[in-house]
Nanobody, 120 residues
Framework: QVQLVESGGGLVQAGGSLRLSCVAS????????MAWYRQAPGKQRELVAS???????NYADSVKGRFTISRDNAKNSLFLQMNSLKPEDTANYYC??????????????WGQGTQVTVSS
């Protein structure tokens, strides 16, 4: 199994920046893709950004150009640099990791979330 712990959330003003971190433990050698999701009250959880084990990244249109996802495999860590934050970015942000597996969908794991609040 894999455990994921997020940190770095907080309260910032619109236009500000935050850097979220996620540290993985357990069977980290099996981690394939990692991603950040977010969920605001009353809304569905949405994919913000993803990164493969090789470093290929994808972003939601709403954050493209403002957010950067990265990972440090040696430290089993995932990051999300968030710049030019907007009130609509306010949400609980979750770290996700899926594992190498023959089966589809592969097993995946979630962190407990970290709250990001952007004031106007």
């Amino acid at each position: 199994q894999v455990q994921l712990v997020e940190s770095g959330g907080g309260l910032v003003q619109a236009g500000g920046s935050l850097r979220l971190s996620c540290v993985a433990s357990g069977n980290t050698e099996r981690i394939n893709n990692m991603a950040w999701y977010r969920q605001a009250p009353g809304k569905q959880r949405e994919l913000v950004a993803s990164i493969s084990s090789a470093g290929t990244t994808n972003y939601a249109d709403s954050v493209k150009g403002r957010f950067t996802i990265s990972r440090d495999n040696a430290k089993n860590s995932l990051f999300l640099q968030m710049n030019s934050l907007k009130p609509e970015d306010t949400a609980n942000y979750y770290c996700n990791a899926d594992l190498y597996s023959f089966y589809r969908p592969p097993p995946d794991y979630w962190g407990q979330g970290t709250q990001v609040t952007v004031s106007s």
